[in-house]
Every structure is written in structure tokens, then in C-alpha cells.
């Protein structure tokens, strides 16, 4: 699954170190992923298997529309994709600090993927110009909202559980975890919304692009 990625601002050498780690990343998720097979467990196959699929974006997004995504977005979406597939194995209740670092890191690319669209509806018309004090409230509320849907979807993973027995897909461990975790999303998002918006532009200008061709087919 090798994404070329010319024209982006690494070397030739960095670049291939970071699609190696790329790699190398989906290969320990793989084996996340045997290991659930093998022991029938379908919680972390869920919370394996659907980051491993993630981590294939930047290719699907090359064979889909042609689009080079930048390698150190493609390791930064792994990153998060493998925090969260570890984290089934033991860490999120081993550790208290696990579940903050891994909300805070999937938050920053959830706050990337608001910036890319707020920056695309930017582009796609020269009626609309966004300042950029709307784009860091856009991008904020736009993660906090993605938060509380995540908590919701692990209050119902909860209950579907203890109506169906087993474990639920979606951890959750009460009302004090809800509050961190959309303050750790909250982190995440001003990080993003304040240092590291370039990362996505290339996905604003696919979005952007996606807009222009759907406007011409009208």
C-alpha cells in the first residue's frame, strides 16, 4: 500500500522512513487483529480492525482521486489509529492517563478534518470569506460536537452489551470520563486550530476540488 508522495516537503529520505513507519505500524495492527481472531474477541477485533482500515486513507484516497497525502499526516493518522487498537489491549484501565493522551491525539485529527472543510467551502466560492477567528470557533465546536457523538455512541455500546451480554465495543467509565475527555477533545482542537492547520490543507484542496467537480456536473 506504498502512497508516492512527490511535491510534498520531505526529503526522499525521510519521506521513505515515514512510509516505513507507516508500514510498520499497520503491521503491528495486523497482528492486533490475528491476535482477536485467534481468541475470539470480537471487542478488540472492532477496536483493532476499524484502525487498521483507517490507516489505509492515504491509499484509498490515491486509487479514489489521486491525491498524495502528505506522509507526516498519514504517520500522525496511524499514530492515533494504533493508541486506540493498544489501548483495547489493556492500557485504557491500566493506565488513567492512556485514555487523555489517545482522546487528545485522535481530537487533533478530528479538528483537522473540520479545518479542511471549513477551508474548502473557503475556497470553492469567492462570495464566502471566512475569518480566521470563525475558522478557530468552527474548528472547536466542530470537535466538541464530534466528542459528545462519541460519548453517545459509548453510553449505547454500553447498553447494547448489558442487554446482549458480553463486553461493550466502547468503554465507558462515568461522568468524570466524559468530562476529560471532551476537555482533553477541546486540547486537541486548539492545538490544531493554532499550530498546525497545514497539515490538512492538502485534504482542504481535494474537498475543495471534489466542490468545483460536483458544481460542474449540476
Do not use: K
Request: avoid cysteine; charged fraction near 15%.
Amino acid at each position: 500500500m506504498t502512497v508516492a508522495d512527490e511535491g510534498t516537503s520531505e526529503g526522499p529520505v525521510s519521506s521513505r522512513r515515514g512510509w516505513q513507519f507507516v508500514h510498520g505500524i499497520q503491521l503491528l495492527l495486523g497482528l492486533i487483529v490475528g491476535y482477536a481472531v485467534v481468541t475470539v474477541n470480537l471487542t478488540l477485533l472492532i477496536n483493532a480492525g476499524i484502525p487498521l482500515a483507517i490507516t489505509t486513507l492515504p491509499w484509498v484516497l490515491g486509487r479514489l482521486y489521486d491525491h498524495q497525502m502528505d506522509v507526516g499526516l498519514a504517520a500522525w493518522i496511524s499514530i492515533a489509529a494504533v493508541l486506540h487498537a493498544v489501548g483495547a489491549l489493556g492500557p485504557y484501565t491500566m493506565f488513567g492517563w492512556y485514555d487523555s493522551v489517545t482522546h487528545t491525539v485522535s481530537a487533533t485529527l478530528v479538528a483537522g478534518a473540520g479545518y479542511a472543510i471549513v477551508d474548502a467551502i473557503d475556497r470553492s466560492s469567492e462570495a464566502v470569506d471566512l475569518p480566521g477567528e470563525f475558522r478557530f470557533v468552527f474548528i472547536l465546536v466542530f470537535v466538541l460536537a464530534f466528542g459528545v457523538l462519541w460519548e453517545i455512541a459509548e453510553f449505547a455500546s454500553a447498553g447494547f452489551a448489558s442487554m446482549l451480554g458480553g463486553e461493550p465495543v466502547l468503554a465507558q467509565y462515568g461522568t468524570d470520563d466524559i468530562v476529560f475527555d471532551l476537555i482533553y477533545n477541546a486540547v486537541g482542537a486548539v492545538l490544531v486550530a493554532l499550530w498546525a492547520t497545514g497539515y490538512f490543507d492538502g485534504v482542504a484542496g481535494l474537498l475543495d476540488r471534489r466542490i468545483e467537480e460536483g458544481d460542474d456536473t449540476s
